[in-house]
């Protein structure tokens, strides 16, 4: 950061500082204290936990102590109690924090479509403001990441491969070398199937545990990675055990990877140089309304507070000199302005969400959030994606829009009445109804304003000729999982480089097809923490080929399995 952006945010800092302690603000509480900023090497941490509930944190209120070292960042940080997902499955709702804008402004809402090359990221930005952004993030292999604007560097296959550590090694790597830094994380521990360590796991479970729970049954609910809805009827004793597993994983994460990283974060060059934020992609059902998961694992994508209501944590000691709450309404759409924010650069005016830092000092907000999802998330085939699901909170009041082709219904709950949200009001409430839809109408035509449409690879009508040969994997091959070599490497010969893949993975509720890009000859996929591996091995058999997009000439279909 340069001197004149240190003293660009030095300014802005005070100016808050004299904001929150005038006598024209003294009715305001005063959120945090503002000393010297000092960054003359930032750090900026973007830690995101898949499926991460905020009501199962202890340091939020959990009646069990999940989160001991996660608690110390939010005793030392700023916890926003009321914030939200933009968008309720994982792959849009990182896009959605990364671009600052909602789904339907980024348009990447289905499995196919990746961002526009016209799309500003926070990647893109930082990296213009002379930020180091490499990509450790294993789901940014996945083609709907194309560009979000991270960069590759030599050995980033190794670092990955060693899973939670390849954050803290890239921490090793900037205290080597202290330099201007973005690193953006997503783990995926807490993600279904909930498979935590018996160490972790066991002062969660219940006390007995009846011979009616046989070990089929508990083998099931710790390798499925997908339980459609209706698909398996469960016990209320299974129902617990399916929330410890879960607990479980939480508390694995939290002595596996934030303690470390708080114990790391203490000492220099870190101290005085880091921002990190905590929050997640979207929250998890544990049956609050009849079933568990969430768009992508259940085939049932829901808006309910359980899936879209998620931790946010900024750690940023060099701003923030002690705790505090904040209940105002936000977005996880908000990060991006205010990782900018406290950068010294300024917000680009194609994003939608807003700096947090005047929230933080006192000032009240618009007052409404927006959330959205696909009802079947990354499996969404054809007729789920059509199905769009919409929600907008405003004043402890919450309006559901469901469009499915042509037919559009409306749900509406007081929260502040119905924290449950089992009873809807939207034929009995109908103002409060039309006033929630004039403010959803009004964002609906602001986002719109902002859409960029996204790229999409189309189809080919391909030719088996067999001028393309698949060498690896061979056809009918089993892929057991290595933790030292964990990549799987499609290698082909033939074609004129320019090619796409197409794949037709899984049987019945878990069949998924489409098409990615895979230019020259040769494809990596991962590395693949031992945890994909199994979610990949639930989607068996795998069959692919590879297309030349200029002669249309392709391979011959190959078929092959993923074990353990």
């Keep these: 950061m340069t001197a004149k952006k240190i003293g660009n945010v030095i300014s802005y800092a005070l100016i808050l500082f004299i904001f929150c302690c ?28 898949d ?55 980024h348009g990447v809402w289905t499995r196919g479509w990746c961002l526009s090359r016209h799309v500003l990221t926070l990647p893109d930005i930082l990296k213009k403001d002379g930020y180091h952004v490499p990509d450790i993030c294993y789901l940014t292999s996945d083609p709907m ?56 796991l066991k002062q969660f479970l219940p006390e007995t545990e009846p011979d009616s729970l046989t070990k089929e049954n508990l083998k099931f609910l710790k390798e499925q990675a997908i339980i459609d809805k209706g698909t398996y009827i469960f016990g209320d004793l299974e129902k617990q055990i399916i929330e410890a597993n879960y607990n479980g994983a939480l508390h694995q994460i939290d002595f596996s990877l934030i303690k470390p990283l708080w114990e790391i974060l203490q000492t220099e060059p870190f101290r005085n140089n880091v921002i990190l934020i905590i929050s997640t992609d979207h929250g998890e059902e544990l049956f609050e309304h009849g079933w568990i998961g969430h768009a992508s694992t259940s085939l049932s994508g829901q808006v309910y507070e359980e899936v879209i209501k998620i931790p946010l944590i900024i750690y940023a000691p060099s701003f923030f000199k002690k705790k505090a709450e904040i209940n105002e309404l936000v977005s996880t ?18 994003i939608m969400g807003e700096s947090l830092l005047p929230v933080i000092c006192g000032e009240k907000r618009k007052g409404h959030i927006v959330c959205e999802t696909t009802v079947g998330g990354y ?42 949200e089992k009873n809807d009001l939207s034929e009995t409430s109908t103002a409060k109804l039309n006033e929630l839809k004039s403010i959803f109408n009004s964002w609906s035509k602001e986002a719109f304003s902002k859409s960029i449409k996204p790229e999409k690879e189309e189809k080919i009508q391909a030719i088996e000729d067999g001028k393309i040969q698949i060498m690896s994997p061979a056809d009918k091959d089993i ?63 795998f069959k692919i080929r590879v297309i030349d997009k200029e002669t249309h000439s392709a391979s011959y279909w190959i078929t092959f399995k993923f074990e353990i």
Aim: proline share 5%; hydrophobic share 35%; aromatic share 12%.
């Design 379 to 420: 499996r969404a085939e054809e007729k789920e994606s059509s199905v769009i699901i919409q929600v907008l909170i405003y004043q402890g009041w919450k309006i559901i829009k469901r469009v499915s082709g042509n037919n559009v219904s409306w749900c509406l709950y007081d929260l502040n009445k119905d924290k449950m």
């Design 51 to 105: 499926s991460f509930r905020s009501s199962n944190i202890s340091g939020l209120g959990y009646k069990k102590k999940t989160t001991p070292f996660l608690d110390r960042f939010i005793d030392n940080g700023i916890v926003f109690r009321n914030s939200y997902t933009a968008c309720a499955w994982t792959i849009p709702s990182l896009i959605s924090i990364l671009t600052g804008l909602p789904s339907t402004s």
């Design 479 to 541: 892929l057991y999982y290595d933790k030292q070599k964990s990549v799987v490497s499609l290698k082909w010969t033939g074609g004129s480089g320019r090619i796409i893949v197409e794949y037709d993975i899984g049987e019945k509720h878990k069949k998924l097809n489409g098409i990615f890009p895979a230019d020259n000859f040769m494809r990596v996929f991962g590395p693949l923490s031992l945890q994909n591996w199994k979610m990949l091995k639930s989607f068996n058999p």
């Design 333 to 350: 759409l908000d990060i991006m302005p205010t990782i900018l924010d406290l950068a010294g650069i300024e917000l680009p005016s194609s």
């Design 145 to 200: 990441f194309g560009n979000i604007g991270l960069e590759s560097f030599m050995g980033r296959e190794i670092y990955i491969a060693h899973g939670d550590t390849a954050l803290l090694e890239m921490l090793e790597e900037y205290k080597k070398n202290p330099r201007a830094t973005f690193l953006f994380y997503h783990n995926r521990t807490l993600h279904l199937p909930y498979n935590s360590a018996d160490e972790y």
């Design 22 to 49: 005038s006598n024209k603000a003294s009715s305001l509480p005063r959120k945090y204290e503002i000393s010297r900023v000092n960054l003359e090497n930032p750090l900026v941490i973007l830690l995101t936990i």
